[in-house]
Each structure stands twice: as C-alpha cells, then as structure tokens.
C-alpha cells in the first residue's frame, strides 16, 4: 500500500530522489488488513493502538474495501449525532 504518508517521508528523506523511486520502494509492505466481518470497535481499537491510518478490507483474499481515518471520522460524528438527539 503507498499512502501519503510514505509519499511525505519519501520526499523528507535527504538523498531521495522522488522523481525517480518507484512505488515499491515507497510503499508500506506490511498492512493491517481485516475482513468485513470484524467487529468495528476491534478495528478502531487496533488502528489507535498501532496508529494505523487504514485498513485494508479483504475477502477472499481480495481487497473489497478500504477503511480510513476518514471513515472512522464520519461513524463517530454519526454516533455522535444519534446518541445526542435522543
């Protein structure tokens, strides 16, 4: 996976020519990747403690989704919103 993240330390790096390192070079290898059955508060609580910015969603060893900080943004707004209005 290459994130802006790996993109951002790439082009910090002193004697790194971002013009010509490859993808594979700047990607993360290792992912956290879960299947869309895993319970959202065990995802949550494992991207927080490792601080992870995604997840990647696979089933049947093919990527069907990705969830992001984003994602985890817009539910706690909406949890938020549901459990404040009542």
Do not use: W
């Not at 790439?10 to 290898?29: H, L, N, W």
């Not at 969603?57 to 549901?82: P, S, Y």
Request: proline share 3%; aromatic share 4%; with cysteine.
């Amino acid at each position: 996976m290459l994130t802006d993240r790996d993109l951002g330390l790439i082009e910090s790096m002193a004697g790194v020519d971002p013009e010509t390192t490859t993808a594979e070079e700047a990607m993360t290898s290792s992912v956290y990747s879960v299947s869309p059955e895993t319970p959202l508060d065990e995802v949550v609580a494992t991207m927080g403690a490792r601080k992870y910015g995604s997840a990647v969603v696979m089933q049947n060893a093919k990527v069907v989704g990705i969830f992001t900080t984003v994602d985890l943004c817009r539910a706690f707004a909406e949890l938020l919103q549901t459990r404040l209005s009542h």
